[in-house]
Structures are given as structure tokens and as C-alpha cells.
């Protein structure tokens, strides 16, 4: 889709915008040029964004398309009515039929993260955050009891992506202990880890592709050759067989998708928002 260009704006952080647009806009195998514009939350800020809009608009011959999450009305009325872009107002899509539903009229609060001082899940994640970088790689077995979730694997097979998601997302505590020759040689999951092995969950990967991985990280090493990557895969999910440690591939799955199987596995009530 070349010379196309697509707006998020949000009176927050455009978060919400963004993430909802990019999963439409994959429907269509689209890779547009992205603008975020948020705090969004003035008449004289929306005026500087229809502006922009509608320079782009000229300058590229088509209109772009404008993802909204907008709660003032004067805000979202300036946007809508005066740019020269599709415009796709996300909230109140489905505002307006909720209030018709529920009888009732809606907060119009602005933005998701609104007195976070005063929000007890917010600090719950930040607390996980602090608790999933402390523990990354194996670098620290105290306090594992806290621990929501110990993700297991090989090295570069998606553990500490997968670990900092669920904990940014979900205030999800999870460690992550790499899987190392030493441990192969023993036969068992790592002396530290035995007690918490209901807690663990396996993370594999398709050879070649940790082959590309470790090559770019250390090109040329034993730690990258392709034998040794399908040892130690071949290795590692045999110890997560013996311990019926519960596994998967993040070979081809986002670290959403890897997130959302793991606490549909391990903590299902987090799926419940």
C-alpha cells in the first residue's frame, strides 16, 4: 500500500488507537506509513492534527486513513468534520450503543492510565515488571515462590520477550531460566527449580531459526553452529517431557499469542479482565 498513510489519534497515549488499527489494517497485508498523535485533548490541538491531515491528503493524492479514540465532543467533532481523511472513531462505535444498552451515560474519562497513583493494578504491574527484570535469565532464584509463572528454555528462544509482555500487560510475575548444557548432562530441570516445577512452562524453537538467531548475537561460535542448536532443542524438550512440563514452539507465534497460552494454561483467571 505505498504512499498511503494512516493516523492514530487519541487524547492518551494513542496505545489503544494504534493496537486495534494495526490488527484491521493486518487484514489487508497493509504496511502504510503510521503517524501517533496523542494527548489530542484541545480544540487547538485537534486543529494542528486536521492540518496535518489534510497537508498529507494533498501531498499524497488520496486520503489517509485517521484511527480516533476521542471522548470530548468538540475534540472529536473537529477531527471528524474538518479533516479530509477517513475517519474511524473506535470509541464511540461503541459507546454509544453500550449507553443505549446499559440505560446509562458514559464516565467520558479520558485516557486508560487516569490517577494511576491511586490504581492498585497498576501498581500490581509495575511491582510484576521489577520482579520479571530481577529475575530474567537465570540471573536470580530467590523469592521464586512469588513467582506467577518460570518460563523455561534454551537461550534466545523467546523467554525474556514473553517474560516482560505478561508482566507490562497482565502484572504477570515470571522468571525465566535458560536451559544449559550443565543441565542436560544431569538429566532434571535445575535443583532450584524442582519445587516450583508447577509453575514452570516451556519455551522451544525450531533449530534453524535459533541457528539465525545466535548468529547474529555471536556469528561463528559453537553457541551458534547449527549442531548445537539442535542439540540442545532436542535436549531441552526432553527434559520438559520427563517433568511434564507443559511447552511450545515460539517459532512462528507472537509473543501475544505465546502470553495468552500461558495464562489460559497456568492462570486462566487472568483472562478474565
Known amino acids: 500500500m505505498p504512499n498511503r498513510t494512516v493516523f492514530f489519534v487519541s487524547d492518551g ?65 473537529i477531527v471528524k468534520e474538518q479533516s479530509k481523511g477517513l475517519v474511524l472513531d473506535m470509541f464511540n ?31 500490581d504491574r509495575i511491582e510484576a515488571i521489577n520482579f520479571s527484570l530481577a529475575h530474567d535469565d537465570g540471573q536470580s532464584t530467590k523469592n521464586l515462590s512469588e513467582a ?24 504477570i510475575k515470571a522468571a525465566n531460566y535458560p536451559l544449559i548444557p550443565e543441565d542436560f548432562d544431569r538429566g532434571a530441570i535445575p535443583a532450584s527449580l524442582a519445587p516450583f516445577k508447577s509453575k514452570c512452562f516451556g519455551l522451544t524453537i525450531d533449530p534453524v531459526r535459533l541457528n539465525q538467531i545466535r548468529e547474529e548475537r555471536r556469528a561463528n561460535s559453537k553457541y551458534a553452529s547449527i549442531e548445537n542448536c539442535r542439540f540442545e ?41
Open 13 to 77: 497515549t494513542g496505545i489503544t488507537a494504534e493496537t486495534f488499527g494495526n490488527s484491521i489494517l493486518s487484514q489487508f497485508g497493509a504496511r502504510p506509513r503510521h503517524v501517533r498523535r496523542p494527548f489530542i485533548d484541545t480544540a487547538d490541538k485537534a486543529h494542528q492534527v486536521v492540518r496535518e491531515i489534510n497537508h498529507t491528503a494533498e501531498a499524497e493524492g488520496r486520503r489517509p486513513i485517521v484511527f480516533i479514540t476521542l471522548i470530548e465532543p468538540e475534540v472529536r467533532t
Open 93 to 123: 462505535t461503541f459507546i454509544e450503543p453500550l449507553e443505549a444498552e446499559f440505560g446509562i451515560t458514559s464516565n467520558h474519562r479520558v485516557g486508560r492510565f487516569t490517577d494511576v497513583s491511586k490504581s492498585q493494578e497498576y501498581a
Open 148 to 171: 506467577d509463572v518460570i518460563l523455561v528454555g534454551v537461550s534466545r528462544s523467546g523467554k525474556t520477550p514473553t517474560s516482560i509482555y505478561l508482566a507490562m500487560q497482565h502484572g
Open 233 to 273: 532443542v532436542k535436549e531441552a524438550e526432553a527434559m520438559m517431557r520427563r517433568e511434564s512440563i507443559a511447552w511450545l514452539s515460539s517459532t512462528h507465534k507472537s509473543i501475544e499469542e505465546i502470553a495468552t497460552t500461558i495464562l489460559r494454561d497456568l492462570r486462566p483467571d487472568r483472562l478474565m479482565y
